[in-house]
């Protein structure tokens, strides 16, 4: 069984393109939960929220957008010092975080 990962670059909070530009997860979300799939970029930002800012160095601020990449540094911020930074989540993951934001929409 392939084991599929998904890297969430610390980076990309720094670009309104950042996280293939908000879409890293829909792909896999139409393919296996279809129209039951909650929005892509709500489980973008939870697995971001969940994964990646608490692995961080350091705390960071982030800003929600309603464009492109939905979660994102405040500008004037900066993370040079960190922007290297790199999680992976396991696509098992993804999918758990989707179904729970599923779950509170029902």
Do not use: W
């Amino acid at each position: 069984m392939t084991r599929i990962e998904y890297r969430l670059h610390a980076f990309d909070l720094a670009s309104p393109f950042g996280f293939a530009d908000g879409n890293m997860f829909g792909h896999l979300l139409r393919e296996k939960l279809g129209k039951l799939a909650p929005d892509k970029r709500a489980v973008l930002i939870e697995c971001v929220k969940r994964f990646l800012l608490p692995a961080l160095p350091r705390r960071i601020k982030t800003v929600l957008v309603g464009t492109h990449n939905p979660i994102r540094i405040p500008d004037g911020e900066t993370i040079d010092d960190i922007e290297d930074f790199t999680v992976g989540i396991r696509e098992d993951q993804v999918l758990e975080v989707a179904a729970e934001l599923a779950s509170k929409h029902d």
